[in-house]
Structures are given as structure tokens and as C-alpha cells.
């Protein structure tokens, strides 16, 4: 007991863990748990609002343009029903991965009318999915070992309809202040919070 009460069991076994009895002692071993062979892949559609559209890809599919672009039709549609006051004036913000700007795709979305912000090479913080929803949904799934895709699926899909509409709101204005930073700095790169505005 400490004068801010009991010790938790993991702080005793961490404190055990450290103690060596002497020099000769070997190292104690830590138990790790072995990274799921499952997998499953994740693409996700969001707003300032929540959620707007999930698929998780088949096994076996590819990223491939064609596929992307059904995605893209099926979000389209998908707009229309759950934001229906956007419906005629969203915008897709998305990385680029090859399959986001073979030029079908990119002619699939002027079709539709569906204006890109432009993502500049090589930053990865400027996309919503990268700095808050996957390392969030990481955060969630750390230490936790699934036996099927469709439990991995379950686990996902539960947590994202428990994130609060106050963290895509958050996450919204983070994006758009980085957005203003990035073209502060026109399109160079830059770490962080480390350009001024």
C-alpha cells in the first residue's frame, strides 16, 4: 500500500518484472503477444458530423481503379442518403495512392462533379484517416487477438459508432488548420506545429 492507495497487480508485476535477485540471475521474460496473421482492410468515409461510409475489402481484392471507383459510386449514393444537405456540394479529400489518381478515377470524379482537395506528396498528416481515426481505432485494438476477419470486423465497426461527434468535430478543425499550413509553407514540407502562421 502507498499513500495514494493499493498497488495495482500490473504495477507489482512490472516492479517484479525489474528485480533480478543477483548479477548471475537471468533477465526475467516478458510474455509478448504475437501480431494476428488476420487482417482486414478498412476504407472509411467521414465528416465533421461522423461517419458517412465504411466498406471493409474482400480478401483477396486489390486496391485496383476499378475498384476504387465502385467505391466511389457507392459513397455517392451514399452522401445523397445520409447527408442529404451536402449532397450537391461535398468534397473527397483523399491520399495519393495509385489507385486515387489513375486518371480513370480522377475522371470518374469530374464526371460526377465531385471536387478533390489536393493532397501534396508525402503528407501523410494532412489526411483525417492517418492522424485521427486509424490511430484512434488502433489505440482501441492494441493487445487485442482476433481469430476471424469477421470478429476484426465487428471490433472496428463497433468502435466507430461509438466515437463521439465531438472528435470528428476536433478532427475537422485540425484538418482544415493544417490545410492552412500547408499552404502557408506552398505545398514544402513541414514537421508538426513547427510553421508559423
Known amino acids: 500500500m502507498t499513500k495514494h492507495g493499493p498497488l ?8 517484479q518484472s525489474k528485480e533480478r535477485h543477483t548479477s548471475a540471475s537471468p533477465h526475467p521474460k ?4 504475437s501480431k494476428s496473421k488476420i487482417k482486414s482492410m478498412l476504407i472509411c468515409f467521414f465528416d465533421s458530423q461522423g461517419i458517412v461510409h465504411t466498406e471493409f475489402v474482400p480478401q483477396g481484392q486489390t486496391g485496383s481503379q476499378f475498384y476504387y471507383s465502385e ?3 457507392r459513397l455517392r449514393k451514399r452522401v445523397v442518403h445520409v447527408r442529404p444537405s451536402i449532397a450537391n456540394h461535398w468534397m473527397l479529400h483523399h491520399d495519393n495512392a495509385p489507385c486515387h489518381m489513375v486518371i480513370s478515377v480522377i475522371e470518374f470524379l469530374a464526371k460526377k462533379c465531385i471536387p478533390v482537395v489536393p493532397q501534396p506528396p508525402y503528407s501523410p498528416d494532412l489526411s483525417p ?3 485521427f481515426l486509424f490511430p484512434a481505432l488502433k489505440f482501441y485494438l492494441k493487445r487485442r487477438h482476433f481469430v476471424t476477419v ?15 461527434v465531438s472528435d470528428f468535430q476536433h478532427c475537422s478543425e485540425e484538418w482544415e ?3 492552412q499550413r500547408c499552404v502557408a509553407s506552398q505545398g514544402n514540407y513541414f514537421e508538426g506545429d ?3 502562421l
Open 129 to 131: 484517416c492517418d492522424f
Open 8 to 15: 495495482s497487480t500490473i504495477q507489482k508485476q512490472k516492479r
Open 177 to 179: 488548420q493544417r490545410l
Open 150 to 164: 469477421e470478429n476484426i470486423e465487428k471490433a472496428v465497426t463497433d468502435q466507430l459508432k461509438v466515437i463521439p
Open 30 to 33: 516478458k510474455a509478448r503477444m
Open 71 to 73: 467505391i466511389l459510386e
Open 194 to 196: 513547427k510553421l508559423d
